[in-house]
């Protein structure tokens, strides 16, 4: 006999542990990612996901809704960054103590990974699979006038679905896991080790 579940909807209240991991692969037949590393301090995070739909007619009515994944908008808004973030981050160079921008940078494919604390003290632990944060950092400075004033930095991107399977984002709303989730269970207690799947092995073709 299944297990009855009991859906537990509890408010975010918090945001910790932003990690990204650079994609070594992505194609049709495989989807490889580097391990992962921690970038900031979580202050806010906004996740948009945009979807188009067309509405399909005949017979003088609506015969369907056609809705189409575009990509999810990603805004972070972080302690702030060191010279090895906006390396890794934006594709700048930093070497030998200098970090140096250019026009012609890339900014490279990563999986973007964090966890978000609800009412009950539980988290809900989400993995993007691919994007990149081409939109660069906002930076705000101010005279000291009094008092300290602490600043933060903003970084954008964009994340789409993977190419090996169409899969944009997966998570593990731990408020929500029974016993019989033991693959889900195990996967949230190393969560950052490794980009997660949903499947024990590393998916690949």
């Known amino acids: 006999m299944s297990e009855t579940r009991q859906v537990i909807r509890s408010r975010y209240c918090g945001l910790k542990d932003i ?4 994609i070594i692969q992505n194609t049709e037949t495989a989807y490889v990612t580097d391990t992962p590393v921690k970038i900031a301090r979580a202050i806010k995070a906004k996740i ?8 399909v007619y005949s017979d003088d009515t609506t015969e369907d809704i ?3 994944y575009e990509g999810t908008d990603v805004e972070l808004e972080i302690s702030t960054l060191a010279p090895q973030d906006r390396a890794f981050l934006f ?3 930093y070497e030998n103590g200098f970090l140096v ?5 890339i900014a490279p494919e990563i999986a973007l990974g964090f ?3 609800r009412r009950n003290g539980k988290y809900e632990f989400s993995w993007l699979y691919s994007g990149k944060f081409g939109q660069g950092v ?3 400075f101010s005279t000291i006038a009094g008092k300290i004033e602490a600043k933060s930095n903003t970084v954008k991107g964009e994340f789409v679905e993977r190419q090996l399977d169409g899969k944009y984002q997966i998570a593990v709303d731990e408020s929500n896991l029974v016993d019989a989730d033991t693959d889900a269970k195990t996967a949230i ?3 950052f080790e490794k980009v997660q799947e949903k499947d024990a092995q590393q998916t690949e073709g």
């Open 189 to 191: 207690k190393k969560w």
């Open 19 to 22: 990690y990204a991991a650079k």
């Open 115 to 117: 966890r978000t604390k």
């Open 66 to 68: 056609i809705t189409s």
């Open 91 to 93: 594709g700048q160079i």
């Open 101 to 105: 921008k250019g026009a012609d940078d």
């Open 48 to 55: 948009s996901e945009k979807w188009t739909s067309e509405k």
């Open 138 to 140: 906002d930076d705000e």
